[in-house]
């Protein structure tokens, strides 16, 4: 009878556990959809590059981006240069920028 019990609360901990991991394991292409819309549509992106991090992104009218939205969606901070926006998105960076070359 013990042992039965044992045996629910494991069953029990391993659901909650993977319930937890799926709801943190994001979807990175409709996050990278929504960074594109963000940022003011495709059209908008010049050029963008990832190093570490950062997320380097040359628009042509920065006034079409959201910035609010962007780090609603996670970015850590935003540095605007011109028509330069130098996003902070930890690791995510990489697989984002992987998306949006999928997008362009």
Do not use: C, P
Not at 61 to 81: F, M, P, R, Y
């Amino acid at each position: 009878m013990e042992y039965i019990q044992y045996l629910i609360i494991i069953i029990v901990l391993v659901i909650v556990a993977f319930a937890i991991l799926k709801s943190k394991n994001k979807n990175f292409k409709l996050e990278a959809n929504k960074l594109v819309e963000y940022l003011g549509g495709s059209d908008n992106i010049i050029e963008y590059a990832y190093t570490k991090s950062r997320l380097t992104v040359k628009v042509k009218n920065v006034n079409l981006v959201n910035k609010e939205s962007i780090q609603k969606l996670g970015a850590q901070g935003i540095v605007e240069v011109d028509n330069q926006l130098k996003i902070i998105l930890g690791d995510d960076a990489r697989q984002l920028t992987r998306y949006i070359d999928e997008l362009k």
